[in-house]
């Protein structure tokens, strides 16, 4: 074999550290579903292997792999994992009564580990292109914090007191995960009171620091309804990768 060639083919390591966290507390009510969404079969095996293995890609460089769930669930989570012969390498915390408190977690068991870059990923998002978790890494390297990010595909309208007025949606975009950070900067971050005004990591960071924000993929969609989980069966029988 060409040396050169073999080289070429070697995924190069990432510029920093890279951790994810993968946060799942869904209860599966939503979905009408007899367990929690992300044990849901989807093409054969849970949601939530679906989404680690993701994050597993070799190509990414993830040193460490951190996956929050309720107190519940972790037995259930142990159990799938010998069922299905996971081989992949990751630590299981309990997470909070929320979701800041359930990243929160995840972060304290990353302590004391080595600043770099950390993802915050919805365990329910299963089907995240490759390319967009290395692009959100890479611009949270450069950046300090970056969110995958779609535009909006119909008209959004605000509701007012008179009825209701057009926004331009060029100017919105639908955020999704992963949301990545400077490890750093999410610490201190997560260090301030939790707020009702939250919603995601960025609206935690955002008081702190500058939000980039990457494009993200409409394939990458939260299985919150029994819709998205029939939607997902199908992109994954064409073969969605990316």
């Known amino acids: 074999m060409n040396p050169s060639a073999a080289s070429s083919s070697t995924p190069k390591a990432p510029a920093t ?8 507390g869904g209860s599966g009510t939503r979905m009408g579903a007899d367990r929690p969404k992300q044990f849901l079969e989807l093409a054969g095996e849970p949601v939530l292997l679906h989404t680690l293995r993701r994050f597993a890609d070799p190509a990414l460089g993830v040193r460490e792999l951190v996956i929050v769930l309720p107190a519940g669930q972790l037995e259930t989570w142990r159990g799938l994992c010998a069922q299905y012969n996971v081989q992949i390498p990751h630590a299981l915390v309990v997470g909070g009564a929320t979701r800041w408190a359930s990243v929160r977690a995840g972060l304290a068991h990353l302590a004391d580990r080595e600043n770099g870059v950390v993802a915050v990923h919805d365990g329910v998002r299963p089907l995240t292109p490759r390319t967009v978790i290395e692009a959100t890494y890479q611009a ?40 990545c950070f ?7 971050a997560y260090q301030l009171p939790e707020l009702t005004t939250f919603t995601d990591d960025a609206s935690v960071v955002e008081d702190l620091h500058p939000i980039q924000l990457v494009e993200g993929d409409y394939r990458n969609l939260k299985i919150t309804t029994a819709e998205d989980l029939y939607i997902a069966e199908a992109l994954l029988r ?4 990316g």
Do not use: E, F, W
């Not at 550290?17 to 799942?24: D, H, K, P």
């Open 140 to 179: 949270a390297y450069n950046h300090g914090a970056a969110v995958a990010a779609v535009v909006p595909k119909d008209s959004v309208r605000n509701l007012s007191q008179q009825g209701s007025y057009a926004l331009n949606r060029a100017r919105l975009r639908l955020v999704q995960t992963p949301q």
């Open 17 to 24: 550290l890279r951790y994810a966290i993968l946060v799942a």
């Open 238 to 241: 064409m073969g969605s990768k």
């Open 182 to 188: 400077d490890l750093a900067l999410l610490r201190r």
